[in-house]
């Protein structure tokens, strides 16, 4: 079973930068996607940006566009999100995931908190 490791949180003021990391237990490719999921006060969890092969590409939710890149290693067991030009409203607990599309997840990792102050 693979389990998902994530690192990379912490704190920072507004209009800086972090980088997170995620790194699957496994070597062998399981998943076709992986990404970052987050879950904003008084809304349902959402993708923040995944990474998927084959056709399905790079998606990154509205309010990232521009700010997060997510990136994999040529090994696909590990991914990364830069976070830059951070905004208060990215505070949240950042959750590493893998799955087989971005609505079909289905492993997650403990998640890692990112706090941006004003």
């Known amino acids: 079973q693979v389990q998902l490791v994530e690192s990379g949180g912490g704190s920072v003021q507004a209009g800086g930068s972090l980088r997170l990391s995620c790194e699957a237990s496994?070597?062998?490719?399981?998943?076709?996607?992986m990404g970052w999921f987050r879950r904003p006060p008084g809304k349902e969890r959402e993708a923040v940006a995944v990474i998927c092969t084959g056709v399905g590409g790079t998606y990154y939710d509205d309010s990232v566009k521009g700010r997060f890149t997510i990136a994999r290693d040529n090994a696909m067991n590990t991914i990364y999100l830069q976070m830059n030009s951070l905004k208060p409203e990215d505070t949240d607990m950042y959750y590493c995931a893998a799955g087989y599309s971005r609505a079909q997840i289905q492993r997650w990792g403990q998640g890692t908190q990112v706090t941006v102050s004003s």
């Open positions: 496994t070597s062998r490719y399981t998943y076709n996607c």
